[in-house]
């Protein structure tokens, strides 16, 4: 089927940018935890 | 857990309606097969029109009520519609190449929606370059509803003026329309993408409330 490599190029670039973009939310998120973790045994320390 | 489960029904949801655009829904006549890009490129448009929709609300609502929560609503709505707007500007060239002969020209449709994806990026850099919260968010918001202005532009520049992008099939008046097994294929999709655009959005405004608690703790510890 002519021009099908490109439909399936779109789609596999869309989900592919949707996929990094959650896996970079999930990433950032987590490494806010450790620093909200980090901080707030600092702060304990500190009282 | 919760979001894993989500997240593994959206896929299925996603996987689904895919499969119906490419089996269920007819191929165009006049384009071929290519035309199946329709249906992530313009589900995506809507989607990113209603990501920054919710930016622009939010924007607002701070300005007037200066609520933190506000803010992270804003920031979160920002760059989930620059993902999609991201997807537009890529799956828009495949399909332009193999029909127009080129994969990108500067007529008002496709220049309005890269100055868009621009705006937003700089909605993004400026947050990153202030540090107080209250400023950083009170400009970003001004920004925010100044960036909105383009929205519109985007959505009516086919209407308002000669462009090569095709006229609108949706919501385009006489004449326009689509197949009906198209219809619901192109549903289906905007409906599943919606539900993608939901999640990311809470992940998202998560991250930022997380980023606001990280900021108040560092400020306790320094005063400690």
């Given at each position: 089927m002519k021009n099908l490599d490109s439909v399936l190029a779109a789609y596999l670039a869309g989900w592919a940018i949707f996929f990094l973009y959650y896996v970079s939310v999930a990433r950032r998120m987590s490494s806010l935890r450790d620093e909200v973790e980090r901080l707030k045994a600092l702060v304990s320390k500190g009282k | 857990m919760k979001s894993i489960i989500k997240a593994v029904v959206l896929f299925v949801l996603i996987a689904s309606t895919a499969y119906i655009a490419f089996n269920y829904a007819p191929i165009e006549k006049s384009m071929g097969v290519i035309q199946k890009i329709?249906?992530?490129?313009?589900?995506?448009?809507?989607?990113?029109?209603?990501?920054?929709?919710t930016c622009f609300y939010a924007n607002v609502r701070y300005v007037f009520t200066r609520q933190p929560k506000a803010d992270w609503l804003g920031v979160a709505a920002a760059e989930v519609g620059l993902t999609f707007i991201l997807v537009v500007l890529i799956s828009g060239p495949i399909w332009a190449h193999p029909?127009?002969?080129?994969?990108?020209?500067?007529?008002a449709r496709l220049t309005l929606t890269f100055v868009l994806g621009l705006l937003y990026v700089s909605y993004l850099l400026l947050r990153?370059?202030?540090?107080?919260?209250?400023?950083?968010a009170l400009f970003s918001a001004l920004f925010g509803i100044f960036a909105f202005l383009d929205v519109?532009?985007?959505?009516?520049?086919?209407?308002?003026?000669?462009?090569?992008?095709?006229?609108?099939?949706?919501?385009g008046g006489a004449g326009s329309g689509l197949e009906p097994r198209m219809r619901v294929a192109y549903l289906l999709m905007?409906?599943?993408?919606?539900?993608?655009?939901?999640?990311l959005l809470n992940a998202r405004y998560?991250?930022?409330?997380l980023r606001a608690s990280v900021?108040?703790?560092?400020?306790?510890?320094?005063?400690q």
């Open positions: - | 329709f249906y992530i490129h313009i589900a995506c448009a809507f989607s990113a029109f209603v990501a920054f929709g029909v127009w002969g080129i994969w990108w020209t500067w007529d990153s370059m202030i540090e107080e919260p209250d400023k950083r519109p532009l985007v959505y009516f520049s086919i209407r308002w003026w000669r462009t090569q992008h095709p006229q609108p099939v949706i919501l905007w409906g599943a993408l919606t539900g993608l655009l939901i999640l998560k991250l930022e409330a900021e108040e703790l560092r400020r306790e510890a320094e005063v």
